[in-house]
């Protein structure tokens, strides 16, 4: 049986299972690649912490000397900051958009059990006297319903066709 979600009680500081997120904190952030433009990109790896707390302790006493401008550092700071903002709103939105993929499936699901129904009891009902067109006003219905089943035994049919037959045993 699915389960309700509750309602969120701080859209700018989203859970998992929120189903009101509000990112406009972060909205100045957000972009939209072109398709393939993450290609090629570098990503976080193990060693981010050491190597942030390194830039801070060393920056004031041997920065210049290494030839980091203090802008550099603080740039990197500021990125970090927004990193940490951005990525509180990333679990919330994944959960939020299964959520929307587990209820779309379950409607269309149930959409389709009332179709197969419809389709099942018109089969039926043609068969009584004077319904016989029943078949042709509704043929939408019906083969909508049997697409799946007729692809599947043409499927099998290829299948079968295609393979060499078993020998017999003797």
């Known amino acids: 049986m699915p389960t309700k979600t509750p309602i969120s009680k701080d859209p700018k500081n989203p859970v998992p299972g929120d189903l009101h997120i509000d990112c406009t904190p972060v909205a100045s952030l957000i972009v939209d690649l072109p398709p393939g433009a993450m290609t090629g990109m570098r990503r976080e790896r193990d060693g981010m912490t050491e190597l942030l707390t390194e830039l801070a302790d060393q920056q004031k006493a041997y920065g210049a ?33 299964e959520l929307l993929e587990e209820t779309e499936a379950n409607l269309d699901n149930e959409r389709h059990q009332h179709i197969s129904n419809i389709a099942t009891s018109i089969d039926q009902r043609a068969k009584l006297r004077g319904n016989g067109d029943l078949l042709s006003l509704y043929r939408a219905t019906r083969q909508y319903r049997s697409a799946p089943a007729i692809k599947a035994a043409r499927t099998r049919a290829k299948h079968t066709e295609a393979s060499p037959s078993e020998p017999t045993p003797q």
């Not at 030839?67 to 919330?92: A, C, F, N, W």
């Open 65 to 97: 000397r290494a030839g980091i401008s203090d802008s550099e550092v603080q740039r990197i700071q500021t990125l970090t900051e927004q990193l940490t903002e951005l990525r509180k709103y990333r679990e919330p939105v994944r959960k939020l958009n």
